[in-house]
T-cell receptor, first 113, second 113 residues
Framework: QQQVKQSPQSLIVQKGGISIINCAYE??????FPWYQQFPGKGPALLIA?????SEKKEGRFTISFNKSAKQFSLHIMDSQPGDSATYFC????????????FGEGTQLTVNP | DVKVTQSSRYLVKRTGEKVFLECVQD?????MFWYRQDPGLGLRLIYF???????EKGDIPEGYSVSREKKERFSLILESASTNQTSMYLC????????????FGPGTRLTVT
């Protein structure tokens, strides 16, 4: 059972455009929602994370939007660059689960020059 | 600088062989994790370890075992490799006082023929 559903599976965006990746979760005990970025040949690395007490968090061109009532959160990449081309994973964790992360299926983002 | 290393980047084994995947972290992290990454399925947790000699099953432990005799080293063991264990294996570590962030190694691409 996939507790965190991610879409789309792949995304192609033109340079300068906005990339949007969406995730939905089921477990209301989740209290931490990170996004990881993975480049080819590398392991995933934390990009940005949010807790449910805020609805939005922004770091540079990357923004997480969080909707607690809908149990959804999304990653927005503004002014997308070719260097942003990577696989993005959303994830969720609950304090009660001992820091285990549950990951979404992943989104392969390609930003064309 | 945070560093998680995995013993091999690529590994080819035959069906029925016993396979050892090694992971070492140099950050004195208490928690360590083994995931497998498959296209369209994201990262799935195989086993994790809270501390030395402690282990707990993840979501897909069948066919795998683990060993953690020293804090810095976490081994994943495939007792009798099968073709459906062909995958990318990722190791991660986490410092308990450092929040939920997990630090990943570069991965081992295992092919079982």
């Amino acid at each position: 059972q996939q507790q965190v559903k991610q879409s789309p599976q792949s995304l192609i965006v033109q340079k300068g455009g906005i990339s949007i990746i969406n995730c939905a979760y089921e477990n209301t005990a989740f209290d931490y929602f990170p996004w990881y970025q993975q480049f080819p040949g590398k392991g995933p690395a934390l990009l940005i994370a949010i807790r449910p007490d805020v609805s939005e968090k922004k770091e540079g061109r990357f923004t997480i939007s969080f909707n607690k009532s809908a149990k959804q959160f999304s990653l927005h990449i503004m002014d997308s660059q070719p260097g942003d081309s990577a696989t993005y994973f959303c994830a969720a964790s609950a304090e009660t689960s001992g820091s285990r992360l549950t990951f979404g299926e992943g989104t392969q983002l390609t930003v064309n020059p | 600088d945070v560093k998680v290393t995995q013993s091999s980047r690529y590994l080819v084994k035959r069906t029925g062989e016993k396979v050892f995947l090694e992971c070492v972290q140099d950050m004195d992290h208490e928690n360590m994790f083994w995931y497998r990454q498959d296209p369209g399925l994201g990262l799935r947790l195989i086993y994790f370890s809270y501390d030395v000699k402690m282990k707990e099953k993840g979501d897909i432990p069948e066919g795998y075992s683990v060993s953690r005799e020293k804090k810095e080293r976490f081994s994943l063991i495939l007792e009798s490799a099968s073709t459906n264990q062909t995958s990318m294996y990722l190791c991660a570590s986490r410092r308990v006082a450092g929040g939920y962030e997990q630090y990943f190694g570069p991965g081992t691409r295992l092919t079982v023929t």
